[in-house]
T-cell receptor
């Protein structure tokens, strides 16, 4: 089945630095990928939709200058958390849609801790 | 937009018992209903899905039922095992290019 690889699985960074998270579709092409944020014991909160070759679409309340998304190829999308602060600490998950069916496959998630 | 309600938020069962998680949706145009299992510290994994042209789908110990008229769908897990313990999310979408709307999740705990 469709596989989405997300790296790193966890990262600890200092406040004020930037962190990049990668999301790759391994065996299918994904023109659209999605980035979610998940707080403990809560559901998935959609942050933005990443479109290959064009600008990402951000959900209301998500700062596009803080969460930079790049989708330069049909198999790779990246999320960069810029000037990270402790309140950005969270579990970030990407998802890619397999165009051959309705299926959305999720990555394994990235635990970001900002100290 | 679509609104998905999921109940219960927590479900505790004994090993071997059955578990049922229920979801309702608001948009009658939704036609694709996936269920995801999320283990601690991992991303959600698709375990079963159903499309609006069928009323029930089964895969070994898990099954999903859909009632389009009432706009609700349910996940049934039989003969539960401790490894079934996880958070389960239902979702609804109109398929195609539409992003699924997720329920709030159900934490299933299976006691050995």
């Amino acid at each position: 089945g469709a596989v989405v690889s997300q790296h790193p699985s966890w990262v600890i960074c200092k406040s004020g630095t930037s962190v990049k998270i990668e999301c790759r579709s391994l065996d299918f092409q994904a023109t659209t990928m999605f980035w979610y944020r998940q707080f403990p014991k809560q559901s998935l909160m959609l942050m933005a939709t990443s479109n290959e070759g064009s600008k990402a679409t951000y959900e209301q309340g998500v700062e596009k200058d803080k969460f930079l998304i790049n989708h330069a190829s049909l198999t790779l999308s990246t999320l960069t958390v810029t000037s990270a602060h402790p309140e950005d600490s969270s579990f970030y998950i990407c998802s890619a849609r397999d165009e051959s069916n309705y299926g959305y496959t999720f990555g394994s998630g990235t635990r970001l801790t900002v100290v | 937009g679509e609104n998905v309600e999921q109940h219960p938020s927590t479900l505790s069962v004994q090993e071997g018992d059955s578990a049922v998680i229920k979801c309702t949706y608001s948009d009658s145009a939704s036609n694709y209903f996936p269920w995801y299992k999320q283990e601690l510290g991992k991303g959600p994994q698709l375990i079963i899905d159903i499309r609006s042209n069928v009323g029930e789908k089964k895969d070994q110990r898990i099954a999903v039922t859909l009632n389009k008229t009432a706009k609700h769908f349910s996940l049934h897990i039989t003969e539960t095992q401790p490894e079934d313990s996880a958070v389960y999310f239902c979702a609804a979408s109109m398929g195609g290019s539409y992003i699924p709307t997720f329920g709030r999740g159900t934490s299933l705990i299976v006691h050995p």
